[in-house]
């Protein structure tokens, strides 16, 4: 299976703060890969798929970039409501496999 | 709208067999789209993808869990089933079903349950 390695686990940054996650996949699934959202007691949101696609009605502060073994999510201007864990997923290979997760928190 | 809906036991005794049900609703379970899967995440970790069945019955199953799982369509009642056997403690989890967006069991995930929280225990 394809590893996807997060960094980091856990942020914490202000509101209007930039922030950025990324994402290393243990070989190279192309543009394969997708970026979830997922807020507490609820399930995984797609917002990012084909590496850099915003899903439809995903607000443009959410941008995705990279290739082949490294991918970055970025949110241009935090906002409280972007407190949740996000989560990247590569599906180049059979089976689909995710990362471990990053916490955001606001400040 | 396409709404997608677990059921089945919240509680299972180790070594007995889980089922899940997830029932479509807003669509036609064959027109709305050609792959449907399950997902599950134990607590506090990152989801895991059990397997994925294509609208006229072909299966992908995750490796992992190939030799315990069977995933199955009912096009009449517009579901499909989750069977998970043997289960032991590390089968707790919260169970989704979802629906690849596009031509492979793979597809970006747009569709998903609320999820059914299973616990194993005796």
């Known amino acids: 299976d394809i590893q996807m390695t997060q960094s980091p686990s856990s942020l914490s940054a202000s509101v209007g703060d930039r922030v950025t996650i990324t994402c290393q996949a243990s070989?190279?699934?192309?543009?394969?890969l997708n970026w979830y959202q997922q807020k507490p007691g609820t399930a995984p949101n797609l917002l990012i798929y084909?590496?850099?696609n915003l899903q439809g009605g995903v607000p443009s502060r959410f941008t995705g970039s990279g290739s082949g073994t490294h991918f970055s999510l970025t949110i241009t201007s935090l906002r409280p409501e972007d407190v949740a864990t996000y989560y990247c997923?590569?599906?180049?290979?059979?089976?689909?496999?995710f990362g471990q997760g990053t916490k955001l928190e606001i400040k | 709208q396409l709404q997608l809906q677990e059921s089945g036991p919240r509680l299972v005794k180790p070594s007995e067999t889980l089922s899940l049900v997830c029932t479509v609703s807003?669509?036609?379970?064959?027109?709305?789209?050609?792959?449907w899967a399950w997902i599950r995440q134990p607590p506090g970790k990152g989801p895991e993808w059990i397997g994925g069945?294509?609208?006229?019955?072909?299966?992908y199953y995750n490796p992992s869990l190939k030799s315990r799982v069977t995933i199955s369509i009912d096009t009449s009642k517009n579901q499909y089933s989750l069977k998970l056997t043997s289960v032991s403690a590390a089968d707790t989890a919260l169970y989704y079903c979802?629906?690849?967006?596009?031509?492979?069991?793979?597809?970006?995930?747009?569709?998903w349950g609320q999820g059914s929280l299973v616990t194993v225990s005796s």
């Open positions: 979802a629906r690849p967006s596009g031509h492979s069991y793979a597809s970006p995930l747009d569709y």
């Open positions: 807003g669509g036609s379970i064959t027109s709305s789209s050609n792959f």
């Open positions: 069945i294509h609208r006229g019955g072909s299966i």
């Open positions: 070989q190279d699934i192309s543009t394969f």
């Open positions: 084909d590496a850099s």
């Open positions: 997923q590569q599906y180049d290979n059979l089976p689909p496999t």
